[in-house]
């Protein structure tokens, strides 16, 4: 596979993503990390739409999260992605 540069898109909390301590849910995080996933792929033609009409669909291999903290309300984070071994 060609290098794929990494896709980096900052996010802002929504209040709907926090817990009863003003943190950042976990579960929120993750699927934070979806939507990125979806965004890259479409972003380099290998996304759902493209695969599908293929007979193929893409899916995350392996995840690795790094948080020094989670996030609270009004505050933004970035995330990152990229395709093969890293």
Partial sequence: MAWIEPYTRT??????DLD???????????????????????AIGVGRRDTLRHGYVWLVGRTHVKMER???????????TWPGDH
Avoid: W
């Fill in 11 to 16: 996010y802002a909390v929504n209040v709907m």
């Fill in 70 to 80: 989670l996030p609270h309300l009004d505050h933004s984070f970035p995330l990152t």
């Fill in 20 to 42: 009863c301590t003003g943190r950042m849910k976990m579960p929120a995080v993750l699927d934070y990390m979806q939507c990125i996933a979806e965004e890259h792929a479409d």
